[in-house]
């Protein structure tokens, strides 16, 4: 029998992160969503004006046979700049931090032990500001949010934001000698 996990984590517009670790072997199931707010039940609108507390973020369901959580996580800190507080590129504000919404106890120990590692010997200048908090309620997105990339790839967000950074998670599953789904 496989060892079923799961995660949620925010790295900026969840169309990003849903692309990416769709491609990843061991991964079940990417679903697009809200999290880290005060707000039951948001909408996207509501959500993209920033004054929910919530974080766009993907919940992923993985095979730990397969797949650690540290290894998504490094896949995550390889596709997004955790160094930059409340924004990945262009898009600004709470809803698209840095998150890691741990759903163990465990999960939290290893982001936290991930974090301090790349802090020390990471690739970034900056520190890293990666919010970590127990995940309470995860609120699925709507239904024309799921895989985004796969139905719009070749909208021009889709092509400036969101493939540069399936290029990094190739790259690096490249030289990491993984080979994705």
Same mark, same amino acid.
């Given at each position: 029998? *496989?060892?079923?996990? *799961?995660?949620?984590?925010?790295?900026?517009?969840?169309?990003?992160?849903?692309? !990416?670790?769709?491609?990843?072997?061991?991964? *079940?199931?990417?679903k *697009?969503?809200?999290?880290?707010?005060? !707000?039951?039940?948001?909408?996207?609108?509501?959500?993209?004006?920033?004054?929910t %507390?919530? +974080?766009?973020?993907?919940?992923? =369901?993985?095979? =730990?046979?397969?797949?650690?959580?540290?290894?998504?996580?490094?896949?995550?800190?390889?596709?997004?700049?955790?160094?930059?507080?409340?924004?990945?590129g262009?898009?600004v504000?709470t809803?698209?931090?840095?998150? $890691?919404?741990?759903?163990?106890?465990?999960?939290?120990?290893? +982001?936290?032990?991930? $974090?301090? %590692?790349?802090?020390?010997d990471?690739?970034?200048?900056?520190?890293?500001?990666?919010?970590?908090a127990?995940?309470?309620?995860?609120?699925p997105a709507?239904?024309?949010?799921?895989r985004?990339?796969e139905?719009?790839?070749?909208?021009?967000?889709?092509?400036? !934001? $969101? +493939?540069?950074?399936? =290029?990094?998670?190739?790259?690096?599953?490249?030289?990491?000698?993984?080979?994705?789904t």
């Amino acid at each position: 029998m *496989s060892r079923k996990d *799961s995660t949620t984590l925010g790295g900026g517009c969840f169309w990003c992160l849903e692309a !990416v670790f769709e491609m990843v072997s061991g991964v *079940s199931r990417v679903k *697009s969503g809200y999290t880290g707010g005060h !707000v039951t039940d948001p909408s996207y609108r509501k959500v993209c004006g920033g004054s929910t %507390g919530h +974080a766009e973020v993907v919940q992923i =369901a993985f095979n =730990a046979d397969i797949i650690t959580f540290r290894e998504l996580l490094e896949i995550f800190f390889v596709v997004h700049d955790p160094t930059t507080l409340n924004r990945q590129g262009n898009d600004v504000g709470t809803q698209y931090r840095s998150v $890691i919404f741990h759903h163990t106890d465990g999960q939290r120990e290893t +982001a936290l032990d991930l $974090i301090r %590692g790349l802090d020390r010997d990471g690739p970034w200048v900056d520190p890293i500001v990666t919010e970590l908090a127990p995940l309470e309620a995860f609120y699925p997105a709507e239904e024309y949010h799921d895989r985004y990339f796969e139905r719009n790839g070749e909208q021009p967000y889709c092509q400036v !934001v $969101i +493939a540069p950074k399936i =290029a990094k998670f190739r790259e690096h599953v490249m030289n990491q000698g993984i080979s994705p789904t």
